[in-house]
């Protein structure tokens, strides 16, 4: 058996991995007439979350089609540039990577291993999907249940929305400094597995995170999400 524990997710679980399925073991703090089985709580997720994934992954994919057209006919520069300008591209080429969103798959496994399947307080009370944190005094936050070096508060974005979340989400992938070896995988493949070896620093567990994260995605079929 082994434990891991995310730093985007500030929950009171614990994500075992067994050879069949991913298992989210929840803290004995709650009643357990108010527990969910494993079943009805991936049930839920999915039916909560797998909509509004599609629906803004296929806007966002609809937009990258159209603008590679446009690099490729060599038609519509204005908003080309404007575009670039807005996620500071160097090139069309960048441009592309940082518009073209990644398969579902990885988008609901990382909202798991985050929101402990739709059940951590951040999920509940700030639609927060991705344990996203906070760092402008002036946008909608909450605090964390811990202090970064004992001191400092750790604050996480608040959003109206989940669609807010995941939209922020996708667009947090497009202009980190840390996510431009996955924007560059994903632009060169469709394949989860191989576009996943991208996101290493989107946790303190590094090439940990990276297998979880793939485990996630196989032990629950998540790719079928992805046709």
């Known amino acids: 058996m082994i434990k891991f524990v995310f730093m985007l997710c500030i929950s009171p679980s ?15 703090k709650r009643a357990a007439t108010h527990q969910l089985s494993v079943k009805e709580k991936k049930k839920r997720f999915l039916m909560l979350l797998v909509p509004i994934i599609r629906k803004v992954h296929n806007e966002l994919m609809q937009r990258y089609k159209r ?15 404007f575009l670039k300008k807005k996620y500071k591209a160097t090139s069309d080429e960048d441009l592309l990577a940082r518009l073209k969103p990644h398969p579902v798959s990885i988008v609901l496994a990382q909202a798991a291993m985050e929101s402990s399947w739709a059940t951590s307080r951040f999920f509940k009370e700030a639609n927060n999907v991705f344990g996203m944190w906070s760092s402008h005094l002036n946008e909608k936050r909450i605090a964390a249940g811990r202090k970064r070096g004992g001191t400092q ?5 608040k959003f109206d929305t989940l669609e807010d979340a995941i939209r922020a989400y996708f667009e947090m992938i497009a202009t980190g400094k840390a996510y431009h070896r996955l924007r560059q995988l ?9 576009i996943t070896q991208g996101l290493d620093k989107y946790s303190e567990m590094g090439e940990d995170y990276i297998k979880v994260l793939n485990q996630v995605i196989k032990f ?8």
């Open 186 to 194: 994903r632009l060169e493949y469709d394949d989860p597995y191989k």
């Open 67 to 81: 603008i590679a057209k446009d690099i490729a006919n060599k038609e519509n520069r204005e908003e080309i540039e």
């Open 14 to 28: 614990l994500l075992v991995l067994s050879d069949e399925r991913l298992i989210i073991k929840k803290s004995k």
């Open 220 to 227: 629950n079929h998540l790719t079928k999400y992805d046709r």
């Open 153 to 157: 508060t750790i604050w996480l974005r």
